[in-house]
Each structure stands twice: as C-alpha cells, then as structure tokens.
C-alpha cells in the first residue's frame, strides 16, 4: 500500500501566472482534499473531490480549481496568482464510503514572488 | 460557515505530565472531530478522531472528549514524552467540508 504523494516538491511562480500541482491518491482512496496553509498557520480546506466530481468548497475564489481523475489522482490549479498564494499546499485521500479520514501527503512550496 | 477555535497556542509541561488543548466549533452540523500532529517541515499526522455519536475516546497516551451540547472537543495526552513536542491541530468537519483551528506548539521539557 502506497501513501499519498504530492509533486512538485517545490514550486517558485511569478505574480499572475497559472500553476498546476498533483496528487496521488493513498491505494483504495476515492476521496482527496486540498489545502493551503500558510506558514504558522492552520490548513486551509480550499474543496473536496469524490469520484471526480467536487462535493464541498470552502472559501476561495474561483481561480482555484481542481480535477479528479478515474484513477482517483487529483490536480488543483490556481490562475492568477497572487503574492498571498505564496504558501503550503497539501492533499488528503480519504477512503470515502462513510469513513472520514484523511492522510495528508507531503506538500508542495509554492513560492510567489 | 464553520468556525473552530483552538486554545492554547502555546503549551509548555514537564515531561510525564498531562497536556489539554481545547477546540470549540460553531457548526451543529459538524459530526467528525479529527486531531493531528505535525512535526517541523512534515506533512499533518492523524492521532485520534471521534464521531459525534461518541462522547470520548482513547488510544494509549491520548484521548479525546466531545461535548455536542457545548460545542466543544478536548485532546488530553498523558504521561507526556519529549517526542510529543509538535503543533498539534483539531478539527471540525461534515465529511465534505474541514475546518482546522489555529494550532497549538507543544513543547515537553525534558
């Protein structure tokens, strides 16, 4: 059984661009959030993906979005990026069904400058 | 939507004593209660969770305690250990929505 994976590691972008992160799902999980969090800060649910649909939001804007794809992968993607972007972004599978949950992977530094 | 409070943020004890970190969420629909520790540079780490249909739970050295009339929920850990020392986060969820208080920095003194 494999654990939850997240690339790049590290991610350096400029004021306006687009990103695009990853996830691999933990083995046998349907369900991934994402998260931001900022440094000394608590995670930040930006939306839920349970077979490939969303299924819960919190409050970001729109330029955040995100897939989910068969294999249960996910991808979360922010347009226009902003300076308060610069932050750690982290995924969670869960293995739906009723069951909650969740193992987070390791992160992804995104660094806007 | 959801608001969890988490207190304190900084908690200092003797190594072997017991440390409390308090939450408080505003949402009755909230019905899972997750705890976890995250160490320096690493990812978030599970330790306990309840349901709200349960009042407490333990699991070794931790438990956890839940008031549903209150709206508040408790991590206790006992005889405490200097590898304890991390951030330690609760929060609220609905199963398709979490919610993460602010954090509270653990430090066991040896």
């Known amino acids: 059984e494999t654990g939850v994976t997240q690339s790049p590691t590290h991610l350096i972008k400029t004021r306006g661009q687009q990103v695009t992160l990853r996830c691999s799902s933990q083995s046998g999980h349907n369900t991934v959030s994402w998260y931001q969090q900022a440094l000394g800060q608590g995670p930040q649910f930006i939306f839920q993906y349970y077979r490939e649909e969303e299924n819960g939001r919190g409050n970001f804007p729109p330029r955040f979005s995100g897939l989910q794809f068969p294999n249960y992968s996910s991808e979360l993607n922010v347009n226009a990026l902003e300076l308060d972007d610069s932050a750690l972004y982290l995924c969670?599978?869960?293995?739906?069904?009723?069951?909650?949950?969740?193992?987070f992977g390791p992160g992804t530094r995104l660094t806007v400058t | 939507g959801e608001n969890v409070e988490q207190h304190p943020s900084t908690l200092s004890v003797q190594e072997g004593d017991s440390a409390v970190i308090k939450c408080t969420y505003s949402?009755?629909?909230?019905?899972?209660f997750p705890w976890y520790k995250q160490e320096l540079g690493k990812r978030p780490q599970l330790i306990i969770d309840i349901r709200s249909n349960v009042g407490e739970k333990k699991d070794q050295r931790i438990a956890v305690t839940l008031n549903k009339t209150a709206k508040h929920f408790s991590l206790h850990i006992t005889e405490t250990q200097p590898e304890d020392s991390a951030v330690y986060f609760c929060?609220?969820?609905?199963?398709?929505?979490?919610?993460f208080g602010t954090g509270t920095s653990l430090t066991v003194i040896p």
């Open positions: 929060a609220a969820s609905t199963g398709n929505q979490f919610y």
């Open positions: 969670a599978s869960s293995p739906g069904g009723g069951s909650y949950e969740q193992y």
């Open positions: 949402d009755s629909a909230s019905n899972y």
